[in-house]
C-alpha cells in the first residue's frame, strides 16, 4: 500500500506516541527482571501490586499536590514489594521455583479481585502533571503529561543504576544475584538483601503505577494483566537480569505496539508483538543485551 | 358445668390458641425465593451488585407490603438469592445449572452480560413443550444484556432490557430535526465486547439513514489504554457527530485523549451502558455534553422512590437502566406468582416453571419505572427510554421523545 505524505506523518506520530507509553513498560520490565536478577525468581503480582500502589496512592489525592502523591505511590509500592517477598518467597523453599511462581499467581488475582471489590470496578480519575501541556513540533504532536512521565521514568532508571553501582546495598544486590552462598560467607544476609531488592523494585513498581495512572488520566482494574503481560514481554526482550535490556525493550515493545496498530489495526496489533517476542525467543532467546545462545 | 368441664373447656380453648398463633407465625416464615445471576466480581461487577441491590430493595418493598401471596392463599416472604457469574459464559453456565437444580427455583432474573446471555439462553430448551429437546426448562427473565435479538433464542428466555435499535433510531432522528447542521458523524468501537461491537453497528446504520455522512471508525479493545491513534484519526476526520461506544473505562481514556488533542465535535453520542455514575466518576469534565439514550432516569415518583430504596441497601449503589430493569422484573414476578397461584414447593416447581414461562410469554405488558412496558411476539420489551446528558457531573435528561 503506497503511503502518502500524511500518512507518514501519522506513522512516526504513532511511534513516537508509542516510544513515549514505552516507558511506563520498561519500569514494569526492570522490576520483574530485577527480581529475576537477584533471586531467579519471577513475581507475576509485580504489575498489580504496582496498580495497587497507584490507588492506595488515591487516598492522599486530595491532601498533597500531585508530585507527593506519585512519591506516596513509590512509598506504598516500597510496602507492598516487602509484603509480597514475606509472604511468596521469604518462607517457601529456595529449590521450588514453580511454588513462588503460583503464590505469585495467587497474589496477582487476589490484588485485583480487592482491587475490584473496593472500588466496586469504577474506574477512578488519576492526576496526571502536564496534561494540558502540549507541544507542536512541526506536524508532531508530543503530550506534555508522557514527556514528563518519559523524563520522570528516565531519572528512576538512572537513579536504580546509581543506586546499584556506587552504593553498599547495590554491591550486596549484585554479589547475591552473583554468587548468593559466596555473598552469604562475606558476611551479606540474603534474606535482607533479598528483601531489600524487593522494596526497590517495589518503589520502582509504584512509580510505574502512578506514571500509568498518569498517562492514561484513569485507574481500573483492567489495567493489571495488560502490564502484566506486556512487563514479561519486555523482561524477556530486553534478556532476564538485565536492567538496560529492559529499559531498550520497553520503549521497543511501545513503539512496535502503536505502529501495528497503525498499520494493521486494534485486532492484529498483540500478535505482531508476541511476533516480535517470539523472533527473540527463536533467534536471540538471552535477550537483547545477552550473548546470542545455542540452540537444542 | 363441673369445674373439671371447666378446666378442660379452658385447656382445649388455650391449646387452640396457641395453634392458631402457631400456624399464624409459620405463616409469616413461609418464603418464596426469587434467584438472580449475574457479574458480582470482576471488573464490571458493579452490574451484577447493583441488580442484587435492585431485586432486595423491591423485595423489600414487596415484603413491607404484606409479600406475596402464594397459591394456596397463605402469604409468604420474598427472598433474593442471587449467584456471581463473573460476566464469563462457563461460569453463567453453572450459574443456571445451579440455580435450576434447586427444588425452589421456578424463575431467574438475568444475567448482566451478553457474552454470558448468548450462550446461557442455548442451553434452555428451544421450543418449549419440544420433547425431542434435552435443553433445560427454566424461565430466565433478563435484565441487564442487552444486545439486540437474544430473547429469541429460547422460548424460556425473556428479556427487559430496552430495544437499542429503537432509541439509537429515535436519537439520530432527533439529531435530524432539531441540529440540522450537524452533516457528518464518525464512529468508535470498542470491538471486543459483545454489546458495545454490536450496538455500534445499530448506531452507525441509523445515523446513515439520517442523512449524515459516516466518515469512519476507530477501534479499540476493552482493555486498551492509550488511544492516540485513534483519536488522531478522528481529528482528521472532523465530523459533526461523534458516538462512542464503549463502556465507562474506554469511553474515558478516548475522552481524555480527545480533550488533549483538541478534538471538539459539535455533538457526543455514547453507549446506554455508560450512562452512569462511573462514566462521571471518571471522567465528568470531560464527558460534558455526551447525549446518551436511557430507559431509566428519576423522572416519576415510582423511579425517584426506587433510586432511594436502591441507596437505602447500599450508599454505594446507583439505579441506571439496568438495574431499574431488575426492580421492575421483581415486581412483575411477583404479580405472576399471585394469578398463577403458584407455591415454589418441590412437589410443584416444575408445574410453577411451566406456569411461569406461559405466564411470561403470554403477557402483552407490564408496569415500568417510567410508565407501561409492551411485549413482543419473541420475547422482547418495548420500554419507554428519554435521552440524558452528562451535566456538571450529573445525568440531566436531555430529550423526552415521543413514542
Known amino acids: ?296 | 358445668m363441673s369445674r373439671t368441664s371447666r378446666f378442660l373447656g379452658t385447656a382445649l380453648a388455650t391449646a387452640a390458641a396457641a395453634m392458631a398463633l402457631a400456624g399464624n407465625a409459620a405463616a409469616q416464615d413461609k418464603t418464596i425465593k426469587i434467584y438472580g445471576f449475574g457479574a458480582k466480581s470482576g471488573v464490571v461487577g458493579i452490574f451484577g451488585q447493583q441488580s442484587e441491590a435492585a431485586m432486595q430493595a423491591a423485595a423489600a418493598a414487596i415484603n413491607k407490603a404484606g409479600g406475596v401471596t402464594l397459591g394456596d392463599g397463605s402469604k409468604a416472604r420474598l427472598v433474593i438469592e442471587y449467584l456471581d457469574d463473573r460476566c464469563t459464559p462457563e461460569e453463567g453456565i453453572n450459574a443456571l445449572r445451579r440455580i435450576a437444580s434447586q427444588q425452589d427455583s421456578f424463575v431467574a432474573i438475568g444475567p448482566s452480560c451478553s457474552n454470558v446471555a448468548e450462550p446461557v439462553f442455548g442451553i434452555l430448551q428451544k421450543k418449549a413443550g419440544d420433547a425431542s429437546d434435552s435443553g433445560i426448562q427454566f424461565p430466565i427473565y433478563t435484565d441487564v444484556a442487552a444486545k439486540g435479538g437474544l430473547a429469541s433464542i429460547s422460548e424460556w428466555s425473556f428479556r427487559n432490557v430496552p430495544s437499542e435499535t429503537n432509541m439509537y433510531k429515535a436519537v439520530f432522528e432527533w439529531i435530524k430535526a432539531s441540529r440540522p447542521d450537524l452533516k457528518s458523524f464518525y464512529g468508535g468501537v470498542e470491538k471486543d465486547f459483545a454489546h458495545s461491537n454490536s450496538t455500534f453497528n445499530v448506531i452507525k446504520t441509523h445515523a446513515g439513514n439520517n442523512g449524515l455522512e459516516v466518515k469512519g471508525q476507530a477501534e479499540w479493545l476493552l482493555n486498551d489504554t492509550n488511544f492516540s491513534n485513534q483519536v488522531r484519526e478522528m481529528k482528521r476526520a472532523g465530523a459533526d457527530v461523534v458516538a462512542i461506544s464503549a463502556h465507562p473505562f474506554t469511553t474515558c481514556g478516548v475522552l481524555k485523549e480527545m480533550a488533549r488533542q483538541n478534538v471538539k465535535p459539535k455533538l457526543l453520542i455514547g453507549l446506554t451502558s455508560s450512562s452512569s455514575m462511573e462514566t462521571l466518576q471518571g471522567c465528568g469534565a470531560q464527558a460534558e455534553g455526551l447525549i446518551i439514550p436511557t430507559s431509566f432516569a428519576p423522572v416519576t415518583k415510582e423511579a425517584r422512590e426506587a433510586a432511594a430504596a436502591v441507596q437505602a441497601i447500599n450508599a454505594k449503589y446507583n439505579m441506571d437502566l439496568h438495574s431499574a430493569a431488575a426492580y421492575e422484573n421483581v415486581f412483575t414476578l411477583k404479580t405472576i406468582i399471585e394469578q398463577q397461584k403458584i407455591m415454589g414447593r418441590p412437589d410443584t416447581i416444575q408445574a410453577d416453571r411451566q406456569k411461569m414461562r406461559q405466564a411470561l410469554a403470554t403477557m402483552k405488558e407490564t408496569t415500568g419505572l417510567l410508565g407501561k412496558v409492551g411485549r413482543t411476539a419473541d420475547r422482547e420489551a418495548i420500554k419507554p427510554f428519554l435521552f440524558v446528558q452528562a451535566k456538571g457531573g450529573n445525568w440531566t435528561v436531555a430529550h423526552t421523545p415521543a413514542q
Open chain 1, 1 to 296: 500500500m503506497a503511503m502518502d505524505l500524511l500518512d507518514l506523518l501519522d506513522l512516526s506520530q504513532s511511534v513516537i506516541d508509542g516510544l513515549l507509553f514505552g516507558t511506563t513498560y520498561s519500569l514494569i520490565g526492570i522490576g520483574f527482571t530485577l527480581i529475576f536478577g537477584v533471586m531467579h525468581k519471577i513475581n507475576l503480582s509485580y504489575a498489580a501490586a504496582s496498580i495497587g500502589a497507584a490507588y492506595l496512592s488515591l487516598i492522599v489525592v486530595t491532601a498533597v499536590p500531585t508530585p507527593l502523591v506519585y512519591a506516596f505511590a513509590a512509598l506504598v509500592g516500597g510496602v507492598l514489594g516487602w509484603l509480597i517477598y514475606l509472604i511468596c518467597f521469604r518462607f517457601i523453599p529456595i529449590n521450588n521455583p514453580l511454588a513462588t511462581l503460583m503464590s505469585t499467581v495467587g497474589m496477582l488475582l487476589a490484588i485485583e479481585e480487592l482491587i475490584s471489590h473496593l472500588t466496586y470496578g469504577m474506574p477512578q480519575n488519576y492526576p496526571a502533571l502536564f496534561a494540558s501541556s502540549n507541544f507542536e513540533i512541526g506536524q508532531f504532536f508530543l503530550r506534555g503529561d508522557l514527556i514528563f512521565v518519559f523524563l520522570l521514568g528516565c531519572a528512576a532508571m538512572v537513579a536504580l543504576t546509581l543506586l546499584l553501582k556506587k552504593t553498599r546495598l547495590g554491591l550486596a544486590t549484585r554479589a547475591v544475584a552473583q554468587q548468593p552462598v559466596a555473598a552469604q560467607l562475606c558476611g551479606m544476609g540474603v534474606n535482607t538483601t533479598n528483601a531489600s531488592t524487593f522494596i526497590i523494585a517495589g518503589l520502582l513498581g509504584g512509580t510505574a503505577g502512578a506514571m500509568a495512572g498518569a498517562a492514561i488520566g484513569v485507574l481500573s482494574p483492567l489495567m493489571t494483566l495488560p502490564l502484566t503481560v506486556k512487563g514479561l514481554v519486555v523482561t524477556v526482550i530486553g534478556g532476564l537480569g538485565s536492567i538496560p535490556g529492559a529499559i531498550v525493550a520497553g520503549l521497543i515493545v511501545g513503539g512496535v505496539e502503536n505502529l501495528f496498530q497503525f498499520l494493521r489495526g486494534v485486532s492484529e496489533r498483540d500478535i505482531y508483538v508476541m511476533l516480535l517476542l517470539f523472533v527473540f525467543l527463536v533467534f536471540r532467546p538471552g535477550g537483547l543485551f545477552a550473548a546470542p545462545g545455542g540452540r537444542d
